[in-house]
């Protein structure tokens, strides 16, 4: 591997090391919620059509752990199983409007923790964060054949 990638390597996990420090600090003012429950909220309401065994995939669990977690959040009123209506055998998994209020108060203080770290950031560089972040992204999707932007 080049020099200059690993060394490019290395910067991003520094800034990702801080960027997670950032968001657990404004996660830690949410009510008790435990991360691998706050887990299932974020993908079930990234994916209206959530059932258990996709949810078990995505967590990368057994679905038994799967239908631990969501028995959980069942019982805190934060999600609710109901019959699929395409397919009677199979359950979809719901947010409660309480679960939507949690994610977006999550994801403002998140907003806004992050926002306070950007504007001690000069205008230029912000901006070139973005174009970055971007490229990144892009980078990372399969479809765009992870091709980047010469530098």
Do not use: K
């Given at each position: 591997?080049?020099?200059?990638?690993?060394?490019?390597?290395?910067?991003?996990?520094?800034?990702?090391?801080?960027?997670?420090?950032?968001?657990?600090?404004?996660?830690?003012?949410?009510?008790?919620?435990?991360?691998?429950?706050?887990?299932?909220?974020?993908?079930?309401?990234?994916?209206?059509?959530?059932?258990?065994?996709?949810?078990?995939?995505?967590?990368e669990v057994v679905?038994?752990?799967?239908?631990?977690?969501?028995?959980?959040?069942?019982?805190?009123?934060?999600?609710?199983?109901?019959?699929?209506?395409?397919?009677?055998?199979?359950?979809?998994?719901?947010?409660?409007?309480?679960?939507?209020?949690?994610?977006?108060?999550?994801?403002?203080?998140?907003?806004?923790?992050?926002?306070?770290?950007?504007?001690?950031?000069?205008?230029?560089?912000?901006?070139?964060?973005?174009?970055?972040?971007?490229?990144?992204?892009?980078?990372?999707?399969?479809?765009?054949?992870?091709?980047?932007?010469?530098?």
């Open positions: 591997m080049d020099d200059r990638v690993t060394a490019v390597a290395a910067a991003v996990e520094t800034a990702v090391e801080s960027l997670v420090s950032v968001l657990s600090t404004s996660d830690a003012r949410s009510p008790a919620v435990p991360p691998a429950q706050l887990r299932v909220l974020t993908i079930v309401a990234g994916n209206r059509h959530t059932n258990m065994s996709r949810l078990a995939e995505a967590l679905p038994s752990s799967a239908s631990r977690l969501c028995d959980r959040l069942e019982a805190t009123g934060l999600l609710r199983r109901v019959p699929d209506p395409r397919d009677r055998r199979e359950v979809r998994l719901l947010l409660t409007p309480a679960a939507r209020r949690l994610l977006d108060q999550l994801r403002e203080r998140r907003r806004t923790a992050l926002a306070a770290v950007l504007e001690r950031m000069p205008d230029d560089d912000r901006q070139d964060l973005v174009r970055a972040l971007e490229a990144f992204a892009a980078a990372t999707d399969p479809d765009h054949g992870g091709a980047l932007r010469s530098a």
